[in-house]
T-cell receptor
Framework: AQKVTQAQTEISVVEKEDVTLDCVYETRDTTYYLFWYKQPPSGELVFLIRRNSFDEQNEISGRYSWNFQKSTSSFNFTITASQVVDSAVYFCALVAYRGATNKLIFGTGTLLAVQP | GAGVSQSPSNKVTEKGKDVELRCDPISGHTALYWYRQSLGQGLEFLIYFQGNSAPDKSGLPSDRFSAERTGGSVSTLTIQRTQQEDSAVYLC?????????????FGPGTRLTVL
């Protein structure tokens, strides 16, 4: 079975604080991809990052960074110096390479509120 | 460029009525997905179309749900005899090609309320 767990339902921080969103996944597949999506109040899901199961290098993009650790089946997302515009629901998702359907298995999301 | 569009943005219907939700994918995208986002179930996969292949309907919750994709482009999700538990935001996404790593681009969704 495939599953994505985002244990943090809601996080509230003050602007300029760093915040880490946790994601733990389960899959029996050896080849898979992990994604993070952002859903701002407007509702549209916005792609942030993709990582494949063979690439454990951490990635940094501006204020965003991702830490992928296969040993703990985690793909955590850190926002440095958070801003009010970062307020959104963040989803972690998994796609396993098992053929026909590339359906995303989503976590339940973490609502991040950044207070000014 | 144009992204994925969905219509209507909001739909209120009475229990027992049929509804049709429309999705226009990004031009040239061969893969199209429907997902449902509800408070109790989070984001869940419904159905997947890829080119001319038979769709993967494994996520449809009941036989009241159906979808079609005409001409490899526009898709319509139909819910017959709507129930209150069908109330949710229905999201459409499209991606290019067959590769599992292809990014899925999402539309703004249709918020369905069944009274």
């Amino acid at each position: 079975a495939q599953k994505v767990t985002q244990a943090q339902t809601e996080i509230s921080v003050v602007e300029k604080e760093d915040v880490t969103l946790d994601c733990v996944y389960e899959t029996r597949d050896t080849t898979y991809y992990l994604f993070w999506y952002k859903q701002p109040p407007s509702g549209e899901l916005v792609f942030l990052i993709r990582r494949n199961s063979f690439d454990e290098q951490n990635e940094i993009s501006g204020r965003y960074s991702w830490n992928f650790q296969k040993s703990t089946s985690s793909f955590n997302f850190t926002i440095t110096a958070s801003q009010v515009v970062d307020s959104a629901v963040y989803f972690c998702a998994l796609v396993a390479y098992r053929g026909a359907t590339n359906k995303l298995i989503f976590g339940t999301g973490t609502l991040l509120a950044v207070q000014p | 460029g144009a992204g994925v569009s969905q219509s209507p943005s909001n739909k209120v219907t009475e229990k027992g009525k049929d509804v049709e939700l429309r999705c226009d994918p990004i031009s040239g995208h061969t893969a199209l997905y429907w997902y449902r986002q509800s408070l109790g179930q989070g984001l869940e996969f419904l159905i997947y179309f890829q080119g001319n292949s038979a769709p993967d309907k494994s996520g449809l919750p009941s036989d009241r749900f159906s979808a079609e994709r005409t001409g490899g482009s526009v898709s319509t999700l139909t819910i017959q005899r709507t129930q209150q538990e069908d109330s949710a935001v229905y999201l459409c996404a499209s991606s290019s090609g067959l590769a599992v790593y292809n990014e899925q681009f999402f539309g703004p969704g249709t918020r369905l309320t069944v009274l």
